[in-house]
Every structure is written in structure tokens, then in C-alpha cells.
């Protein structure tokens, strides 16, 4: 089944405690992106990836660290987290190019930092 | 630079009623339109999208949009509302130069009363 994995679901952690969200496509799909979903303010995006090795900042970068060293996985880190990225996250895949762009959504992962 | 604006974060339809959800864009360039719809506690999953040709668009569930180039809209209708359409739905733009840096809309809750 296509799909895209996210892990952990729920993380509850604390300020300054290093945390990497993982994610995991199995499409094959060359672009890949993390969102924060907040109240408010729809889904914003923190780092996009057309491919192995290149990665670019979205809207909202600071904070959060990203890597692309295999096609299929972009694990998004948090090396000192903080409250303000308590926010529910998505990660997404797509085909780059041939006219399609539509994302596949993962199931989200639901941040608490006290 | 781009922006998406959605009119209305929550709107309410009777069943039955007509679906109108606006969504308003700008780009440099030409753009690719999207809408998702997410579920309660889902990710997000495509509607439909418009990248180039027909400007209007069908997407899955009896929805549809049209792009205007002239007003710079992307508005999601659907014919009559049934209770299973009560989600979230988000408006999101690509800039078609081929930089896959996507911006979302805050997203518009959809109520239908019986």
C-alpha cells in the first residue's frame, strides 16, 4: 500500500530535549515536506526536499533541522525544543515534475513540549 | 512571492444546500491550485487541482472548482451538501517555476446542519 509513516503519533517532551520525528514514504516520490498545523493558521511549511541531499527552508524553518541522506526518509529534528513548537505535524511526498504535485499526507504527529 | 487567502474559517450549509468555499491566490507566475480536505484527527487528502488546461476542475466527492485568472480565485462548490462533507478544508498554491515551495490558506471548517 502507498503510503507515508510518520513515528511517533503523540510525543509528550520537555524544553530542551532532543527529539527527531520520522518520516517514510514508500512512493519512490522525489519531493518531500514537513508542515505545523496550528489553530489559526492553517498548515505552514517548516522544510521541503526535492531530492537526495537538497533541502530548502519553507516559511517557518527556526528551531528545526531536516536531512535527506536516502530517498524514501526526511526525519524532521528538534535539537532544543520549546514550547512554542508545541503543533501537530505533517509530513508530505510527491512526484517533482510531470505535472502533478499533489502531496500524500502522512497521519500527523501530535508535539506537547512543557 | 505567494499567498493563499481563504474568506471564512467556518462556514455552515444545511444538507442538501449548495458547498461555496472561497479561495483567493497570488503568484509571480502562473500557479498550481490545490484543495485538501482533512478529517477530524486524518492528514490531509487531495480534492482536486488545477496545473494547466481546463479551468474547470472535478474532484472526487461531487466537488469542483474553477480557475479565474482574471480574479485570481480557485473557489471549491459542490451542488448540495451532504452530512459525510463536514471537514476542514485548505486552498494551497505552487509556484509552477518550479520551486515546490507550498503555501496553504488558514483552512475553512465546513459544518452541515441536518
Known amino acids: 500500500e502507498a503510503q507515508v509513516t510518520q513515528n511517533p503519533r503523540y510525543l509528550i517532551t520537555v524544553t530542551g530535549k532532543k527529539l527527531t520525528v520520522t518520516c517514510s514514504q514508500n512512493?519512490?516520490?522525489?519531493?518531500m515536506s514537513w508542515y505545523r498545523q496550528d489553530p489559526g493558521l492553517g498548515l505552514r511549511q517548516i522544510y521541503y526536499?526535492?531530492?537526495?541531499?537538497?533541502?530548502d527552508k519553507g516559511d517557518v524553518p527556526e528551531g528545526y533541522k531536516v536531512s535527506r541522506k536516502e530517498k524514501r526518509n526526511f526525519p524532521l529534528i528538534l535539537e532544543s525544543p520549546s514550547p512554542n513548537q508545541t503543533s501537530l505535524y505533517f509530513c508530505?511526498?510527491?512526484?517533482?515534475?510531470?505535472?502533478?504535485?499533489?502531496?500524500?499526507f502522512g497521519p500527523g504527529t501530535r508535539l506537547t513540549v512543557t | 512571492a505567494q499567498s493563499v487567502t481563504q474568506l471564512g474559517s467556518h462556514v455552515s450549509v444545511s444538507e442538501g444546500a449548495l458547498v461555496l468555499l472561497r479561495c483567493n491566490y497570488s503568484?509571480?507566475?502562473?500557479?498550481?491550485l490545490f484543495w485538501y480536505v482533512q478529517y477530524p484527527n486524518q492528514g490531509l487528502q487531495l480534492l482536486l487541482k488545477?496545473?494547466?488546461?481546463?479551468?474547470l476542475v472535478k474532484g472526487i466527492n461531487g466537488f469542483e472548482a474553477e480557475f479565474k485568472k482574471s480574479e485570481t480565485s480557485f473557489h471549491l462548490t459542490k451542488p448540495s451538501a451532504h452530512m459525510s462533507d463536514a471537514a476542514e478544508y485548505f486552498c494551497?498554491?505552487?509556484?509552477?517555476?518550479?520551486?515546490?515551495?507550498?503555501?496553504f490558506g488558514i483552512g475553512t471548517k465546513l459544518q452541515v446542519i441536518p
Open positions: 503568484s509571480s507566475v502562473p500557479p498550481y
Open positions: 512512493m519512490n516520490h522525489e519531493y
Open positions: 488545477y496545473t494547466t488546461g481546463a479551468t
Open positions: 508530505a511526498s510527491s512526484l517533482s515534475g510531470q505535472g502533478t504535485y499533489e502531496q500524500y
Open positions: 526536499s526535492m531530492n537526495v541531499e537538497v533541502t
Open positions: 494551497a498554491v505552487i509556484n509552477s517555476g518550479g520551486y515546490q515551495k507550498v503555501t
